[in-house]
């Protein structure tokens, strides 16, 4: 019988060094500040660290628990009651500041205008495809949605998207 | 085989930077999440066993049962007790430093005639209504009487 995977502390943080891009964004996306997204995540490996139960899935429960924790972070932020609806910004998925010239940066910027037009679980599902590196699977398993539905999000997400960004771009010539 | 062809707007949009958390901050998260303060856990094959052992070491001792146990008696005590010495709202200003049964005396009438005084007892002090029982209706004269 094979050993199981001893999950401790240095479990965690082994993948928490090799997953940060994935674990932070599915944050970010929720609370739009990369300090407050890695605060999250640190809390939540933390208490799995305390924890100590052993995890079959251990990065997509990670994925699922950040998630669920910058929600209700960002309710608390806003004193929102639970029948509220919130939406992920996911603008800031995108990093204004490392885009290498004007023209990068004014797309960048158009983008994320354009995200927040487009409806709020096509907008997870592509930014946390592109910029957060996630597969469609952990993207629905993230989610708790089919991955069929995540792939239909994900296609017409783009499609909304490239309607807006056309309009955008020729208001703009 | 050919490879499954880019959406041009996949690539435009995957050409953006993404935000990164710097390399400082990847270490310090790490480091925080390796050195938290926790003992190492042995797998079992059984999770359930591991999750009451935890759940009975985060039950409270039983030296710091019985001390919640005082706090809780000796503050309950202190609570009647400023009840208690706490006077009704309805006393009497004039009556506060009285014993409960005396007699409560009249101050003459203006026009000589007699009073009516009514006698309550100690136990209706304090409620809104006395009981007729509890009432006794004596007439006094004063002054030269009638």
């Known amino acids: 019988m094979p050993d199981r995977l001893q999950q401790d502390a240095a479990f965690w943080a082994g993948l928490f060094e090799r997953e940060h891009q994935r674990l932070c964004a599915v944050a970010l996306a929720w609370l739009g500040n990369l300090d407050d997204s890695l605060d999250i995540v640190q809390d939540v490996l933390v208490k799995l660290v305390q924890r100590g139960a052993h995890i079959d899935e251990p990065l997509g429960y990670c994925l699922r628990s950040i998630r669920n924790a910058a929600i209700d972070d960002l309710r608390r932020r806003q004193r929102l009651p639970d029948h509220e609806p919130l939406a992920p910004n996911c603008g800031s998925l995108i990093d204004l500041d490392a885009c290498r010239d004007v023209e990068q940066r004014q797309m960048a910027q158009l983008v994320r205008e354009a995200l927040t037009k487009i409806g709020t679980v096509q907008r997870e599902v592509i930014a946390l495809k592109i910029y957060g590196g996630l597969t469609l699977a952990q993207i629905a398993d993230t989610l708790d949605i089919p991955s069929g539905t995540a792939a239909t999000h994900y296609r017409r997400g783009l499609e909304a998207l490239r309607d807006l960004l056309r309009r955008q771009i020729d208001d703009a010539a | ?146």
Do not use: Y
């Open chain 2, 1 to 146: 085989m050919t490879p499954p062809e880019i959406d041009p707007l996949e690539h435009l949009l995957g050409d953006l930077p993404a935000a990164r958390p710097t390399t400082r901050d990847i270490g310090r998260v790490r480091d925080a999440i390796a050195h938290c303060n926790t003992t190492t856990v042995e797998t079992s094959a059984n999770g359930k066993q591991q999750v009451a052992r935890l759940l009975r070491q985060r039950s409270i001792t039983i030296p710091q049962a019985i001390a919640a146990c005082i706090v809780v008696c000796i503050g309950s005590v202190l609570t009647t007790m400023l009840l208690i010495s706490t006077p009704h709202p309805h006393d009497d200003a004039s009556g506060r430093n009285e014993s409960p049964t005396q007699r409560r005396v009249a101050p003459p009438a203006s026009n000589g005639g007699p009073q009516l005084v009514i006698q309550t007892d100690f136990f209706t002090r304090h409620q809104p209504e006395p009981t007729p029982r509890h009432i006794g209706i004596r007439q006094w004269t004063t002054g030269g009487g009638q």
